[in-house]
């Protein structure tokens, strides 16, 4: 069994700052892909940002150059870091994680509870 959990939301006036943090613990052999994704209010959810464990990222334009994704694969850990907050990042975030299992070496697609984040303007 495996476990993901986010923390570091909250709320934040525009123009502000968060750091979001995940981890994930259990029966891990290794794990490829980290990252996040969100879901606004009515909306489906996108992809914010992605890293895999040789550190190549993928961001969603809207946040490229506003948000910094990073990771500590030895401690299956990854961080987001936004700056210049906008009233259109509000959405919950949700971490995700692509495992491999350690007893049985299958991968699964991994997703942590959520954690909001409310940008006021």
């Known amino acids: 069994q495996v476990h993901v959990v986010e923390s570091g939301g909250g709320l934040v006036q525009a123009g502000g700052s968060l750091r979001l943090s995940c981890a994930a613990s259990g029966s891990i052999f290794g794990i490829n892909v980290m990252g996040w994704y969100r879901q606004a209010p009515g909306k489906q959810r996108e992809l914010v940002a992605t890293?895999?464990?040789?550190?190549?990222?993928n961001y969603a334009d809207s946040v490229k150059g506003r948000f910094t994704i990073s990771r500590d694969n030895a401690k299956d850990t990854v961080y987001l870091q936004m700056n210049s907050l906008k009233p259109e990042d509000t959405a919950n975030y949700y971490c995700?994680?692509?495992?491999?299992?350690?007893?049985?070496?299958?991968?699964?697609?991994?997703w942590g509870q959520g954690t909001q984040v409310i940008v006021s303007s």
């Open positions: 890293m895999t464990t040789g550190s190549s990222t």
């Open positions: 995700y994680a692509d495992v491999t299992i350690l007893l049985t070496r299958r991968r699964f697609d991994c």
